[in-house]
């Protein structure tokens, strides 16, 4: 029983450290202050949704996002590449977001 215990302890402060290190939970910024920001995007030759995901995500200060997570965003704001099973051609313009971090109150 005791071995038990203590392997639901280690299991426990486990799961805790990986939810507070990947962003799962963040004690510290509870995103009230993020900006949301709006922006066209026209992709490029050789642009791939991927690639459009990683640059916005490194533009994202404000909240914590992850790049599943982020791509899916794309989708959502620009619904008609759907139809198109996420095909991006040069001069498509696709309405991106992100946030940043507000001014402290």
Same mark, same amino acid.
Do not use: M, S
């Given at each position: 029983m005791r071995e038990f215990l203590k392997a639901a302890l280690v299991g426990g402060a486990f799961i805790a450290a990986a939810s507070l290190f990947s962003g799962a939970v963040n004690p510290w910024d509870d995103g009230k202050n993020a900006i949301l920001v709006e922006e066209t995007y026209v992709v490029? !030759? %050789? @642009?791939? =949704?991927?690639?459009?995901?990683?640059?916005?995500?490194?533009?994202?200060?404000?909240?914590?996002?992850?790049?599943?997570?982020?791509?899916?965003?794309?989708?959502?704001?620009?619904?008609?590449?759907?139809?198109?099973?996420?095909?991006?051609? !040069? %001069? @498509?313009? =696709?309405q991106m977001t992100y946030w940043v971090k507000g001014e402290e109150e």
């Open positions: 490029k !030759p %050789g @642009d791939t =949704l991927w690639d459009i995901a990683e640059e916005y995500l490194a533009k994202n200060t404000g909240t914590r996002r992850y790049i599943l997570e982020y791509k899916e965003g794309i989708y959502e704001n620009n619904p008609w590449l759907v139809d198109r099973k996420g095909l991006i051609r !040069p %001069g @498509d313009e =696709l």
